[in-house]
Antibody, heavy 127, light 106 residues
Framework: QVQLQESGPGLVKPSQTLSLTCTVS??????????WSWIRQPAGKGLEWIGR???????NYNPSLKSRVTISVAASKNQFSLKVTSVTAADTAVYYC???????????????????WGKGTTVTFSS | SYDLTQPPSVSVSPGQTATITCSGD??????ASWYQQKPGQSPVLVIYKDTMRPSGIPERFSASNSGNTASLTISGTQAMDEADYYCQAWDGSTVVFGGGTKVTVL
């Protein structure tokens, strides 16, 4: 059974770069038909999609974060990573990584679903 | 940008039916997923491809998607179903989540 685990510093300072890693266990990150995603959730608020990547090099980002975000994959380590530059207090949140399945229906229309989530890691902004 | 709108809260009595809506332009032309999140826990996928339940999700969870509205229905609601629920769709270039609905079982 695939499991995901986020890791990285829990405290970041203004203008620093936030770096998080998600380690995949129980399966291969290179398995076909999956994207690997990052989602965040500020305390008491809803889910915000950050972006995703697959091992073929295809990636998508939330337009509101795209200028500051990079998601990369290290297939040999079964990991994928998130970098957010120029952090501010608004980046304080619980950060989740997730496996996102990509499938096509009988009409060749894609659908996506996040079926495995990590436990999340809290990132706090510190001045 | 594409937006999905959910009611902030829904209340339901134990054993009754709760319905959560998710509205977006031509949402019925996209596929919707639904996630359940209990306090302090990660989200859990409860519906994908509009109506499909992952293994392990009880049959009391069902859903539909047509026109501009997707709906998640919880039949015979139990106390354990009290949680936040989020709809999600792919708009062609980005993943979009609804704002979430808190379901309270009174």
């Amino acid at each position: 059974q695939v499991q995901l685990q986020e890791s990285g510093p829990g405290l970041v300072k203004p203008s620093q770069t936030l770096s998080l890693t998600c380690t995949v266990s129980g399966g291969s990150i290179s398995s076909a038909g999956y994207y690997w995603s990052w989602i965040r959730q500020p305390a008491g608020k809803g889910l915000e999609w950050i972006g995703r990547i697959n091992t073929s090099g295809s990636s998508n980002y939330n337009p509101s974060l795209k200028s500051r975000v990079t998601i990369s994959v290290a297939a040999s380590k079964n990991q994928f990573s998130l970098k957010v530059t120029s952090v501010t207090a608004a980046d304080t949140a619980v950060y989740y990584c997730a496996r996102e399945g990509e499938r096509r229906d009988g009409y060749n229309r894609y659908y996506y679903y996040m079926d495995v989530w990590g436990k999340g890691t809290t990132v706090t902004f510190s001045s | 940008s594409y937006d999905l709108t959910q009611p902030p809260s829904v209340s339901v009595s134990p054993g009754q039916t709760a319905t959560i809506t998710c509205s977006g332009d031509d949402l019925g032309d996209k596929y919707a997923s639904w996630y359940q999140q209990k306090p302090g826990q990660s989200p859990v996928l409860v519906i994908y491809k509009d109506t499909m339940r992952p293994s392990g999700i009880p049959e009391r969870f069902s859903a539909s998607n047509s026109g501009n509205t997707a709906s998640l229905t919880i039949s015979g609601t139990q106390a354990m179903d009290e949680a936040d629920y989020y709809c999600q769709a792919w708009d062609g270039s980005t993943v979009v989540f609804g704002g979430g609905t808190k379901v309270t079982v009174l």
